[in-house]
Structures are given as structure tokens and as C-alpha cells.
């Protein structure tokens, strides 16, 4: 039966998703939880609906992540990085004279995730690489709509780079944070900076336009993302063309440069084909590239609190250990 725009598609007939029995005890009490539920998203010009509705929402992922976070032993500066806010945190442990460090950019759909949440989510990025973990604060819609979140997370880079040669930098994030992740490096690359040693996409926001397979296949299946995402990608674009690549990074020409990437997803992610895609764009460009996909994982995986996310997290650090300078 033709779909609304005309396109073929597949009638699937309604059905119930059992938990699987292939992962862990721990995944399978994550996905018996069922969807994480969250009101609608305002109108495009109700800028106080957004406030509030960003609010209601940090804080329910605070207190998912917030006591996870407070339990990982390491110190955390606040400081400022050319005016951008950055939780700097260093993992007890760590050499005086280690000199790599990672620029880790919060989640949070490119609109939410500030404040102590990107402390919190700071926290747990240094169990997946052990050194110094720069976690920007950047401004975010409704206020600040693009490009000023990418201006912010370019500016901490170039901080970065005065006291620090492009060897010792790797950058990463989930979700959105992959977004501005990638989006910083094909800026960074087209201003002419160097690039880093190594970037890690977790299960990253890397298309706006939402043009993906498994925006389709996986919805209603992710637990995590139970819904499209668009209204908050057009009030990040503030008008801007969302195929362009600073605002999804997937659509960028990779063969002009771009660093070794680790990727992540999860077979039930709503986010699986924003994964694939870049990771087929990468290859195809020459870009060394690896894809680790975690079965029935949602998006962001299973909270920390399974064996399969420890196995990603090992991964990660195999990765960056590999592609770091010399210490």
C-alpha cells in the first residue's frame, strides 16, 4: 500500500516486541522497563513551553545518570575556556605529566543536557577513556539556536590546541554530542585547524533530516527514543537548511579529511542507520572506521548497568589507546 508521500512501503501487521533472551539479565530488566516517556514538544514559538519542557527533562535524565556519575572517582574543575563554560575532569590516577586529554560534548537532542547534567554525563565519558575529559557546556536552544552551540564547541578545540598538539586530542559524544562532534571536526577541517587524533560517535544524531531506515523500522521499538525528534531538530537549525553538513554531519565530504572514528549503536536504536551510513560514508572516503553494533541495545545502550555496555566501554578504550600519541 503506497505511503502518504507516495513512496512503496511494507504493511506490518501490529505485534508485540518480546524481550530477547541473546543479552544479559541485567539488558533484559533495561528493555522490561519499557519506553521512557516524556510530554510533547511545544510549538515552535512557544520559547517558554521549551524552557520548561527542557527543565522536566534534564532532570529526569539527572536522576537517571546523576548517581552513577557522583559514584566515579575523579576531580572536576570548572573553568572557562574562552568564555565557553567546561567541566575539566580528571580521573584519580591519572599522571601529572599525561598529556592526553578528550573533548567530550553532552547529549541531550542538541537542546537539552547543560548545566549538571553535562557534569554528570562528563563523569561517565572518563570510565570509557581514563584521562583528562574536557566536558563543554555549550549554549542551546531555544536561546541559543545554530550555529552558536557548534561556535561554543569549536572554541574549546582551539583552547585546546594552544596548550596541546593535535595528537593528544581525541573528540567525542553521544547522541547529539556525536552531532557536534563530527560537525566541529569537517569546521575545524574546513577553517583550516588541525585535526584530532581519533573521534568516538556513540549512537550519534548525525542526520537531521531524519532520512534513515531505521527511523522508520525501529520506532516504537526504542525505548529510549519513543519519538521522532524533528521538532527539536528545527528548533536547533533555527531556519537553517537541516541537510547541511555542520547541522548533520552525514551529508559531509570526507574525503577532504577527517580522523579515525569509532562508531556505536544498538540494533533497537532509533539512531542505527545515522550509524551505519556514516560508517559506510567513512569507509568509502578511506577514513579508517570501525562499527560496533550492540544487540537489542536502545539508544545510548542499557543505562551503564549492563555487562554489554562495559564490553563497549572496553572498546572505546582499546580505540583511543591506540590512536593517541605516544605519552
Not at 150 to 178: K, M, N, Q, T
Not at 179 to 187: C, E, G, P, V
Not at 279 to 303: C, K, N, S, T, W
Request: proline share 8%; charged share 20%.
Amino acid at each position: 500500500m503506497p505511503a502518504r508521500d507516495s513512496r512503496p512501503s511494507l504493511h506490518v501487521a501490529a505485534r508485540d516486541i518480546p524481550v530477547p533472551a541473546s543479552v544479559s539479565p541485567e539488558a533484559q530488566a533495561v528493555l522490561a522497563i519499557g519506553r521512557v516517556e516524556f510530554a510533547g514538544y511545544p510549538s515552535q514559538g512557544d520559547l517558554d513551553g521549551w524552557r520548561a519542557a527542557i527543565a522536566s527533562r534534564d532532570q529526569a535524565v539527572l536522576a537517571m545518570i546523576g548517581p552513577r556519575a557522583e559514584k566515579i572517582a575523579a576531580d572536576v574543575e570548572e573553568l572557562r575556556a574562552d568564555g565557553v563554560p567546561v567541566y575539566a575532569i580528571t580521573p584519580q590516577g591519572v599522571r601529572a605529566d599525561d598529556r592526553r586529554v578528550f573533548l567530550e560534548i553532552h547529549g541531550g537532542a542538541l537542546i537539552m543536557g547543560g548545566g549538571a547534567c553535562c557534569r554528570a554525563m562528563g563523569l561517565t565519558a572518563v570510565t570509557r577513556t581514563g584521562v583528562r575529559t574536557f566536558a563543554v557546556d555549550y549554549r542551546m536552544p531555544p536561546d541559543h539556536p545554530f550555529p552558536t552551540p557548534l561556535d561554543d564547541c569549536v572554541a574549546v578545540y582551539r583552547f585546546l590546541l594552544r596548550d596541546h598538539r593535535p595528537g593528544e586530542i581525541i573528540v567525542g559524544g553521544a547522541s547529539a554530542g556525536g552531532n557536534l562532534a563530527a560537525a566541529l571536526i569537517l569546521r575545524a577541517r574546513d577553517e583550516g585547524l588541525p585535526l584530532p587524533a581519533a573521534a568516538v560517535l556513540l549512537t550519534p544524531e548525525l542526520d537531521l533530516t531524519e532520512s534513515g531506515d531505521s527511523f522508520q523500522t525501529n520506532h516504537g521499538i526504542d525505548t529510549v527514543l519513543s519519538e521522532s525528534l524533528m521538532p527539536a531538530n528545527r528548533l536547533y537549525a533555527g531556519g537553517h537548511d537541516l541537510s547541511h553538513p555542520y547541522l548533520s554531519p552525514l551529508f559531509g565530504d570526507f574525503s577532504k579529511g577527517f580522523p579515525p572514528t569509532l562508531l556505536a549503536a544498538g540494533t533497537r536504536d532509533l539512531f542505527l542507520s545515522n550509524t551505519v551510513r556514516m560508517h559506510r560514508a567513512l569507509r568509502a572516503a578511506d577514513v579508517p572506521a570501525e562499527l560496533h553494533i550492540v544487540e537489542a541495545a536502545p539508544h545510548g545502550g542499557f543505562f551503564g548497568s549492563a555487562p554489554e555496555d562495559r564490553e563497549l566501554e572496553r572498546e572505546v578504550r582499546r580505540f583511543v589507546d591506540a590512536h593517541w600519541m605516544a605519552r
